[in-house]
């Protein structure tokens, strides 16, 4: 059958893959640029991300709901979120491989290294149990806002805004160690 704008949401259900080269056909500069401002123009990696997303909603046409927003936002949620996670999943390669070649140097270089003026943990135990579980799973873990949500049966902005009133306390607390 013919993919077309009216029918989309039908033919995924349906499994037609012709559905797939229609979205990209409609929606691929919109999921390329949201990509694209987030992975900052990483060619191999907002590819693959491309990939996550046609999959993501191949999977998950399901969740769609007509009367909360239009296919193209949801497909536009799913490339910002996707393309997040790629960001937190690059970040901590990153931070594993430097945490591997800064150990290789200590070990090479047995010089006396100050302890920073502050303990992390000791400011993260100034955080509610739930904000410091929070912060676990989204910043140490990389759970995504969403499953963190499902989880404490909230909505994902009580998350952010746990995350946003957490991130101000340990602000606050390092400035005052600082002064």
């Known amino acids: 059958m013919h993919v077309s704008e009216v029918n989309l949401v039908e033919q995924i259900k349906r499994k037609n893959e012709d559905s797939l080269s229609f979205i990209l056909q409609q929606y691929g500069a919109l999921i390329h640029g949201i990509l694209r401002k987030y992975l900052h123009g990483n060619p191999q ?6 990939s ?9 046409i399901d969740s769609y709901d007509a009367e909360k927003n239009e296919f193209r936002q949801w497909v536009a949620a799913i490339a910002k979120y996707r393309a997040i996670d790629r960001l937190r999943t690059s970040e901590k390669e990153k931070r594993r491989i430097q945490a591997v070649s800064s150990q290789k140097k200590t070990e090479q270089h047995t010089a006396f290294v100050p302890e920073p003026p ?11 149990d739930v904000e410091r579980g929070i912060f676990q799973k989204y910043y140490v873990e990389g759970v995504p806002s969403d499953e963190i949500a499902f989880d404490y049966q909230a909505k994902p ?6 995350l946003s009133r957490g991130r101000k306390k340990l602000k ?3 400035q005052r160690n600082e002064g």
């Open 45 to 50: 990696d907002i590819e693959e991300c491309v």
């Open 52 to 60: 996550d997303v046609l999959v993501a909603v191949w999977f998950h």
């Open 118 to 128: 502050f303990d992390i943990q000791h400011m993260l135990d100034s955080l509610s």
């Open 157 to 162: 902005s009580w998350v952010h805004n746990k």
């Open 172 to 174: 606050t607390i390092l």
